[in-house]
């Protein structure tokens, strides 16, 4: 099983809101990533976890915070956003740190600031 | 600076007719994955090449990893419909720990 799954599907949100949004994958993997994908681009790289520890921060703007309760969960907190944050945000994992290892994605929140 | 140049960046083909897509670069790579993504949906893996020369089949696709490991190729035969879509290389680079570089895609549409 090669799942990893992303909730909610789509999100629109005020830029005075507070959201979250959640990944999850059960194959042991111990890498997990957050990126952010906006129309005809490819993905960019926000954030990368290794063994729940953060490990990559594309200076991303503090309005996104990430957070790994455990090695399967994902979460990316969202406050106060702007309306050209409003993309596609993918979250994906890897069997390990490494970089040779795959990358498996989720299928994505659509998130639209108004 | 784009590290991956993926090139067509747009192919319209009849069904049945065959197609070839590259991702080429001036930076070694230890690797190189292909994925396919539809509108609104996260990409999916479809191969990864590690060694120089590999050659892997998916079905009606054909993926090969060039020698020096900087470039690599997607030929599809005999097209479908269900092939459309926006293929990426993503390279892993030797120095960059976690980070895959992303070329900008090859959009396929295969007409019925």
Redesign the interface.
Known sequence: D?E?T?TPKHLVMGMTNKKSLKCEQHMGHR?M?WYKQKAK???E?MF?Y?YEKL??NESVPSRFSPECPNSSLLNLHLHALQPEDSA?Y?C?S?QT????????????T?LTVT | TQLLEQSPQFLSIQEGENLTVYCNSSSVF??L?W?RQEP??????LV?V?TGGEVKKLKRLTFQFGDARKDSSLHITAAQPGDTGLY?C?G???Y?????A????NQVVVIP
């Open positions: 090669t990893v992303q890498a990533y681009k490819p993905p790289l990368v290794s490990s990559i596609l993918l994906a890897s740190p490494g970089p040779a290892y795959e990358q498996y994605f989720g299928p994505g659509r | 230890s690797s994955q994925y609104g949906e996260g990409p999916v893996l990864t590690v990426l993503a892993a680079l030797y960059g720990n976690n980070r895959l992303f070329g900008k895609g």
